[in-house]
């Protein structure tokens, strides 16, 4: 079951394997892993047509939950291409990653994304809410950025759905790039306290301590427990490194409490 205390690990296979094959083989490596590691709780992100297969194998009881990638702010019509709540919940569904910066850079506003975010909330989806600036510079307007894309959320949300939220923190400068590029944890540490810190000031403390923070861009087995531990955040998002089943066991039990014998 999944509990505020376990660190959540976000697997985003982004438009990757080729194959429904080379799915079923990571989602079983992926799931082997995450069974044998305690205190983490593991959300694979697949292509949506994956989904129907895996979720056939989804135990009730298992160590790890299924997400999107994305999801319409629809309900239904005149949408090309798009896939909306109800067509994700028959295939359990429970979690989906919105506004990733590969979706953003087509043109997603921050609007747009609040708009996915509302109705994933009104589909009980969890919605994992991506933030995150495309460079920095040293008079730190990449914190005003930040704040912008959380106040348009927030505008859009009652006070009731602001715990339902996940923010995953995904520096775009380093997503993609091999584990030395990743934030330093110092830096990650910084900016999770300033997430907390708006997240506190608008709605108090009862409200925004069970919202996890998470961090993504370029997380590997050799950088996952310093960017949790030392970089105070709650879960890791990882993309290229999830594709690996035995790289991505490596990183839930580098953060993991314990390890089951
Ligand atoms: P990466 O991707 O782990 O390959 O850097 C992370 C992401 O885009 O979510």
Known sequence: ????????????????????????????????????????????????????????????????????????????????????????????????????????????????????????????????LCVGERERSDDGAFYTLIRTQLEAVFTLLKRKDIPKLTIAYEPVWAIGKGATEAMSAAQLYEMALYIRKILIERYGRTTTNDIRVLYGGAVKAENARTLVREGGVDGLLVGSASLDPKQLTAIMRAVSVQLKS
């Open 1 to 128: 079951m999944d509990t505020m205390h376990d660190v959540l690990v976000v697997a985003n296979w982004k438009m990757n394997p080729p194959t429904i094959r080379d799915a079923r083989r990571i989602w079983s490596g992926t799931s082997r892993g995450a069974a044998v590691t305690r205190g983490v709780r593991v959300v694979v992100c697949p292509p949506y047509l994956f989904l129907p297969e895996l979720a056939a194998e989804l135990k009730k009881s298992g160590a790890v939950a299924l997400g999107a990638q994305d999801l319409s702010p629809e309900e239904a019509g005149a949408y090309t291409g798009q896939v909306s709540a109800s067509m994700l919940l028959p295939y359990k569904v429970t979690w989906t990653i919105l506004g990733h910066s590969e979706r953003r850079a087509l043109g997603e506003t921050d609007e747009f994304v609040a708009l996915k975010v509302r109705q994933a909330i009104a589909k009980g989806l969890s919605p994992i």
